[in-house]
């Protein structure tokens, strides 16, 4: 195991949902930030693993989202799952660094977004954002 999967590993143990967020956004980012790379290179294989995998990210987050509790931000949420999974589909097709780069500067907006949840919010559920989510089991 190396280091960076020790630290992600154990940075997980007992989060709060919100950080979990964003240790997943960060997972997307240096994924799609790998993926301009292989473009970059013409590596068509290294490209696909990596989209795809942000695509599992999102698919996971769009999963545990709790639509009932955390209402409109569920739902913004969701569809910003939607419109980037869309997204990294078109730059998979066109192997286009200009749209990925822009789900790049997205996910780190949003990230910046639930860092500040996780700053302002002791408790798991102490905000919408993060009442959106359900109890993290870790």
């Known amino acids: 195991m190396d280091a960076r999967t020790h630290y992600r590993e154990a940075a997980t143990r007992g989060a709060r949902p919100a950080l979990l967020v964003v240790l997943l956004y960060e ?11 292989a473009i970059e290179h013409n590596e ?10 942000a695509i599992l990210v999102i698919a996971n987050l769009q999963s545990v989202l709790n639509k009932q509790a955390g209402q409109q931000v569920a739902l913004h949420l969701d569809s910003f799952y939607e419109q980037l999974r869309d997204n990294l589909v078109r730059a998979q097709i066109h192997a286009s660094r200009e749209i990925l780069a822009q789900q790049i500067t997205d996910l780190i907006a ?5 860092l500040e949840v996780d700053r302002v919010s002791p408790a798991p559920d102490a905000s919408p954002a993060a009442s959106a989510l359900p109890r993290w089991k870790g």
Do not use: G
């Open 110 to 114: 949003l990230r910046e977004a639930w």
């Open 44 to 53: 068509v294989e290294r490209r696909t693993r990596k989209i795809n995998h």
């Open 27 to 37: 997972q997307m980012i240096e994924d799609l930030r790998q993926a301009v790379v």
